[in-house]
């Protein structure tokens, strides 16, 4: 796993709304390569956000990293991930802080993963891969294939595969019970595979997104 990827997740110059902090970056990497427990690295990963001014104004910094990590990472580290989750929610409650701004007390809670959905739906629960998918080509490869349109099936397998894993990820948060990710999605993503239109179906991509729902759930 390089090192790389998790120097790209950390805030530049310290503005921490550009991306995380470089202890939380430090926390995942050693949490993935096994030299921490789930509960270890949930209690270190949330420090960041706990000294924040508002927790709940920061926490999302904590999502987008855990979230882009879910996406972009090894598919092999999903479950662990899942699990860090899992343990995050299950944190107790911090004791109630104060603003600095305004030395009003600050609520939060770690219970349902706060805005941890929502951010999911808001980046990447949409409909926007159909209207990249109308730009890319449909072919299958030939001898004949020019160079365009072998980078745009290139385009569309990696588009596929992108919207396949989302499915699989969603799945696993929705049986777990972790972020507030309802079972809903599963029923819509079984829904647009088998009772759309034929003609508005994506075969290569809606049937093994709905595959993905009902190997993980049957599992549960």
Not at 97 to 114: C, H, I, Q, R, Y
Not at 115 to 123: K, N, R, T, V
Request: proline share 6%.
């Amino acid at each position: 796993m390089s090192d790389a990827w998790f120097k790209e997740q950390i805030a530049p110059d310290g503005v921490e709304e550009d991306g995380c902090h470089p202890d939380e970056a430090k926390v995942l990497q050693s949490y993935l390569n096994n030299k921490t427990t789930a509960q270890e690295a949930a209690h270190s990963i949330t420090q960041p956000i706990l000294s924040s001014d508002d927790p709940n104004d920061n926490v999302h910094r904590l999502w987008d990293l855990l979230q882009t990590a879910l996406l972009e990472l090894s598919p092999a580290h999903i479950p662990p991930l899942i699990t860090l989750l899992k343990a995050i929610q299950d944190l107790p409650d911090p004791a109630t802080a104060t603003n600095k701004d305004d030395s009003e007390a600050v609520s939060f809670t770690w219970k349902g993963l706060p805005g941890f959905g929502h951010l999911w739906a808001d980046i990447y629960k949409q409909d926007a891969w159909r209207t990249t998918l109308s730009t890319t080509t449909t072919l299958c490869p030939s001898p004949s294939t020019t160079i365009d349109e072998e980078k745009q099936l290139q385009n569309r397998q990696d588009l596929r595969t992108l919207h396949v894993r989302k499915a699989n990820i969603e799945a696993r948060l929705a049986v777990t019970n972790i972020g507030s990710i309802p079972l809903d999605w599963g029923y819509d993503t079984l829904a647009d595979a088998l009772e759309r239109r034929t003609t508005a179906v994506v075969m290569d991509f809606e049937i093994p997104a709905a595959r993905q729902w009902i190997e993980v759930a049957g599992r549960a």
